[in-house]
Nanobody
Framework: QVQLVESGGGLVQPGGSLRLSCAAS????????MGWYRQAPGKQRELVAN???????NYADSVKGRFTISRDYAKNTVYLQMNSLKPEDTAVYYC?????????WGQGTQVTVSS
């Protein structure tokens, strides 16, 4: 089992920044992918960004150049630095941990971008 604890969501004005954190604990396998998805009301959950254990990253086109994903391997923690936030970034953000045979989700953290 793997447990994911997210933090860092909140309310921010357009153009502002937030940093999300997700700490994984439990039976961590060295070859894994950690990332962030988001789900806005009435929409499907979508990939925001992920990073594999080798440091390779993927980003949604809508966040490229504004968001940066990183991870601290010693702490099994992944971060999402979100800059130049827009109202359309408003959603519940979910952390994901997956391996070739397992897939875990965090409880979600609300990000609201509004003036």
């Amino acid at each position: 089992q793997v447990q994911l604890v997210e933090s860092g969501g909140g309310l921010v004005q357009p153009g502002g920044s937030l940093r999300l954190s997700c700490a994984a604990s439990g039976s961590i396998f060295s070859a894994n992918v950690m990332g962030w998805y988001r789900q806005a009301p009435g929409k499907q959950r979508e990939l925001v960004a992920n990073i594999n254990s080798g440091g390779g990253t993927n980003y949604a086109d809508s966040v490229k150049g504004r968001f940066t994903i990183s991870r601290d391997y010693a702490k099994n923690t992944v971060y999402l630095q979100m800059n130049s936030l827009k109202p359309e970034d408003t959603a519940v953000y979910y952390c994901q941990y997956r391996t070739a045979w397992d897939n875990y989700w965090g409880q979600g953290t609300q990000v609201t971008v509004s003036s």
